[in-house]
């Protein structure tokens, strides 16, 4: 893991903000256990496929500069920046809390995403199997799910979502918004690279679990010409579907991707700025229900429509088969704005192992 100096933009829902004085200490994991008190989220915004999400984990050791989840931190009275990808959280009884809500009455067999929020299967997964342990849950109750990761760690279990899949429906969006390994290290530094990623969609696939990817986010001027490249490799390795949406910047999201983007690419930023602001009616988000998942203007048009004649060219069309989902399953598609081509904070308690070096 590579350390970065402290920093986080000021938090909005603390009256202080302490000014580093001289350099800042490096930013080193910290690990905390959290005994929640429940763990599906209900989801009614518009602009989202899933009505339920799990979370198994607060903060994510990806660092993607771009995630839109950090202000998610500040709830907690940390930070956005560094705070959000050191400073984890580990919901250790989530398995049991799934299975308390599965054996409701009132349960109705929904799809069940995972996560929302944070990536389920980042690198602490591999110590807590917190994933695994809500997948045999599922599997327990025939109950759908899907699952969005960057990680190759998900191929660990592709044996439980091959089995979940033919009980109930399972499938696997990986999330890959770069071809190129460079510029996906700068912008997701302790992500797997995108080979690693592609390796994962052909595991899967062989194993039997439908898998698509989702090219999240696109970044104009920076990845929308990986578009092509992206969805080859994706239909090569067995991929059956592609979906994307624009990127998002809200709260303190934005001065840490700005400020990330401008130290990784210091020529390339501005133009990076621009193109963002036009595909956001000169602003750098819209928070609109309806328009923050996708743009507008010319430019957002012209990477519409690349990607669906890269989707149709590469036969990543295809819908998921079913698999006898329950009656009042709607399916998970993820967001895609493409026209149609013909061709209170928890208690918790920090554990006193060091996974920072």
Request: glycine share 6%; proline share 9%; hydrophobic share 35%.
């Amino acid at each position: 893991m590579n350390l970065r100096p402290t920093d986080n933009p000021p938090n909005p829902y603390l009256s202080q903000h302490a000014e580093w004085l001289e350099p800042p200490p490096m930013a080193k994991l910290e690990v905390y256990e959290e005994t929640s008190g429940s763990i599906l989220s209900r989801n009614d915004s518009p602009d989202l496929p899933f009505t339920w999400s799990v979370n198994p984990y607060r903060g994510c050791q990806h660092a993607c500069a771009y995630c839109y989840a950090r202000p998610y931190h500040e709830y907690l009275g940390l930070g956005a920046g560094t705070d959000f990808e050191t400073k984890l959280i580990v919901k250790t009884n989530a398995a049991e809390l799934l299975r308390t809500e599965f054996s409701r009455k009132s349960w109705k067999r929904e799809m069940v995403n995972f996560s929302g929020i944070t990536d389920c299967y980042q690198p602490l997964e591999a110590s807590y199997g917190i994933m695994r342990a809500c997948l045999n849950v599922c599997l327990e109750f025939k109950n759908p799910a899907a699952v969005v990761t960057k990680s190759f760690l998900v191929v660990r279990d592709a044996d439980l979502l091959t089995e979940l899949n033919r009980a109930a429906r399972a499938k696997v969006y990986v999330s890959i918004p770069f071809a190129d390994a460079k510029a996906a290290k700068m912008m997701e530094p302790q992500a797997p690279p995108p080979a690693r990623r592609f390796e994962a969609v052909r595991r899967l696939h062989e194993a039997g679990v439908p898998v698509g990817v989702f090219v999240a986010p696109i970044i104009p001027g920076l990845n929308d010409r990986d578009i092509p490249r992206i969805l080859e490799q994706a239909a090569a390795a067995g991929a059956q579907s592609a979906s994307y949406t624009a990127l998002r910047l809200p709260g303190s999201v934005e001065p840490v991707f700005l400020q990330r983007l401008r130290d990784a690419m210091p020529l390339r930023a501005d133009r990076i700025i621009n193109r963002i602001r036009d595909i956001r009616g000169g602003q750098l988000n819209d928070s609109r229900f309806g328009q923050r998942m996708r743009g507008s203007g010319n430019y957002w048009e012209s990477i519409r429509s690349l990607f669906a004649i890269s989707k149709a060219r590469y036969g990543l069309d295809r819908e998921f088969p079913p698999k006898s989902p329950p009656s009042d399953f709607n399916g998970y598609d993820c967001i895609q704005d493409t026209p149609s081509v013909s061709a209170s904070s928890p208690a918790l308690v920090q554990l006193s192992f060091d996974f920072g070096s």
